[in-house]
């Protein structure tokens, strides 16, 4: 049986290895992204990916919320979180089937959405 594969975006690097050595250890297969962009390029890559966890506020251009949007072109299949440490309701618009995950949050928690549906 094959690992869940998670693609973990944010520009906080400390966030990117404390989560994504967390999730690794929980038997997780972890691919990192520091922006929109590289995190774009993730995922034209071609390699599947089973969540895309992404925070809302990045540099370059290309926000979490625009990476979902494309991540559900690409990966359809994929479940799609997106952190952010400002309410909901000040954010732009999230895609109806994403997940909201608010900031500071505890790996439990990211755990609970990272369960099968």
């Known amino acids: ?5 998670v693609l973990l975006v944010d520009d906080e690097i400390d966030i990117v290895e404390l989560v994504g050595e967390a999730l690794e250890d929980l038997g ?5 992204a520091r922006s929109g962009v590289e995190a774009l390029g993730q995922l034209a890559a071609g390699r599947p990916f089973d969540f895309v966890v992404t925070d809302v ?8 919320t625009d990476l979902a949007r494309r991540a559900r072109e ?6 799609l979180i997106v952190a952010s440490g400002h309410p909901r309701a000040h ?3 999230v895609p109806v089937d994403v997940e909201f995950l608010p900031k ?3 790996l439990g928690q990211l755990l609970d959405l990272l369960q099968p549906s």
Do not use: D, I, K, N
């Open 104 to 106: 500071p949050y505890r």
């Open 28 to 32: 997780f297969e972890v691919v990192t």
């Open 1 to 5: 049986m094959r690992s869940q594969v």
């Open 91 to 93: 954010l732009p618009e």
């Open 57 to 64: 506020s990045m540099p370059g251009g290309v926000s979490g």
């Open 74 to 79: 690409l990966h359809p299949q994929a479940r």
